[in-house]
């Protein structure tokens, strides 16, 4: 068996995965280790969106166009390579969940609901990694965009997305490096 810091060590965040999404309501319970995590006042702020196919398949093109528009200067046969492969990348993960958070109330308020709701995003992190799904935080420009808030009913006003987490089995385990605890860690007298 794992141990909780063994668990904490070894998960990595996953960018290649094998085909095949992750079953709905295995991602309802991995999900449902988020809402443990620690809140200020119990505001509870995180908010979880699993796309369906109908979703994706506008996000799709959006993602593939916004990878086009990564090379301007690029010739209109190099644009269009870029966008075909911008599609199958997109297509290469398997479960998309939005995140969003509930941005209500006053300043503090925001940011501590901010904080919890990335708390709770690390609890599904570990909790995925624990049952053998691997998981990327993305925060692209897709996740920013006004259209994307429209798509899914999010109001701007009142919930803010932290992140897409693109979920799946992976095929490749990504490595990592981490400053020392002596680098980071101090006290005082
Ligand atoms: C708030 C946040 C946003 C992130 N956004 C992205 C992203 O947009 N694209 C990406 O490739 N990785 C993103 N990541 C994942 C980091 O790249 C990853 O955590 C980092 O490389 C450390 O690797 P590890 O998760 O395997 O420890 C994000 C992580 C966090 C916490």
């Not at 991995?30 to 200020?40: K, Q, R, S, T, V």
């Not at 870029?82 to 969940?97: C, E, H, L, N, W």
């Not at 969003?100 to 690390?122: F, H, L, N, V, W």
Request: one cysteine or more.
């Amino acid at each position: 068996m794992t141990s909780l810091r063994e668990l904490i060590r070894s998960r990595r965040s996953t960018f290649d995965f094998n085909p095949g999404p992750v079953p709905l309501d295995d991602v309802r319970e991995l999900f449902e280790a988020g809402i443990w995590a620690p809140n200020h006042k119990l505001t509870q702020p995180w908010r979880f969106i699993h796309l369906g196919e109908q979703t994706r398949s506008v996000l799709r093109l959006r993602y593939a166009e916004l990878q086009k528009q990564k090379g301007p200067d690029m010739s209109e046969a190099a644009q269009q390579e870029r966008y075909a492969k911008g599609m199958q990348k997109f297509d290469s993960k398997p479960t998309i969940v939005a995140v969003s958070c509930s941005q209500e109330g006053s300043e503090i308020q925001k940011r501590e609901d901010y904080a919890a709701t990335c708390c709770a995003m690390q609890n599904v992190a570990l909790a995925a990694w624990d049952a053998g799904v691997g998981m990327q935080w993305s925060t692209g420009p897709m996740t920013r965009e006004a259209a994307t808030y429209e798509l899914l009913d999010i109001d701007t006003n009142r919930e803010y997305i932290i992140g897409f987490f693109y979920m799946g089995y992976p095929c490749k385990t990504s490595r990592t490096r981490r400053k020392s605890i002596d680098e980071v860690f101090r006290t005082t007298e």
